[in-house]
């Protein structure tokens, strides 16, 4: 079976590429994709900011959905002819990819496929930052910052659907609206006066038990300020910087935990992991429509490079998909 895959050959340049697909080994499954998401991973590993684990595909694309077309000897969750959706480790941005069956996740009728490679990272993110090393319990409040982005805009969806109360932020007076149509209690402008004081004026200072942190940087105090005591502290993006200076004696004076994670490094058996727990408790609320993922558009596999740019200019809301369907 022929294979379509993008080659990124200079961090400007993007060749669509072809070759011959090997079929499944035992629990892997070969799906013909239909669609794949846009990450700020694929955006940095492009520019050679972010290099692939060793035992990853060189070819860019993290999630992807489409129709089994192949199985290994030993699948059982699924059959050839299934609509899925899947994280992939790598290879997404291809009419073809390889994955494992403990991640995918069948894809029934009403959902696209659009809506599936809509999914999986975000899925995976929220649910192993917030609920597994945040450990966000029922009726706590979540600070899920950015809200408009691929993650943030169904992290709070995530957080609500869990029965804890989501907070966030957002980069204007008009995402901040559209943010908090998505099921946030309150929302701060984070490109408008302090941070703290906003969530501090709207009566949640301290009042916030688990924070999941895009950017870093300089969001990295005001984190452990507005933190209540027992607080967690997720950290899993610097889009505001890696350095960060801190009040060390707010950790302990609050006894906050400050931690963080990234999913490309989390190995195979946590990943399943994860699928298992979404299946159980995110799955059914996705299914039910009350987890919807936020598409903002879809750019044909070929124009990858504009859909990089729209992301880069950051004036998207939500996530950005490839179809990939190569003719
Ligand atoms: N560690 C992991 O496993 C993992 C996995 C997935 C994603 N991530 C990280 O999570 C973040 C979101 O990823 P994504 O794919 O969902 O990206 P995305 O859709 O492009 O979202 C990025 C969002 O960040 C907000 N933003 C931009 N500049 C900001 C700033 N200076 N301060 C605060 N917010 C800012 C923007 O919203 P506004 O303009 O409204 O502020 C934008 O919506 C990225 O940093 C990504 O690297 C990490």
Redesign the pocket.
Known sequence: MQRHYIEFTTPDTAIMMADTVSMPANNEVLISVHHAGV???DLLQRLGLYPPPADASPIPGLEIAGEVVAIGEDVTYCSVGDRVCALAHGGGYASTAMVREDHCLLLPEPLSSEQGAALP??LL?VWY?VFERGMLAHNETALI????????SLGIQMVRAMGANALS????EE?CAAVTKLGADFVAN??EGNLFEQFKAAGYAEQINVILD??GGD?MQANLDLAAPDGRIVC?????GMQSEINIATLFMKRLTLT?????RLDTASRAACFQAIREHIWPEVLAGNIAPVIDSTFPLADVLAAHEY?RS?H????LLLDCQVS
Do not use: Y
């Open positions: 990450n700020r991973a990272e975000a993110t930052n910052h950015g809200g408009s982005s691929g993650i943030g932020t957002a980069g204007s995402r984070h490109r895009i950017a969001l899993i993006g610097v889009m505001r963080g994670s990234t999913l490309r992301m950051g998207h809301f939500g996530k």
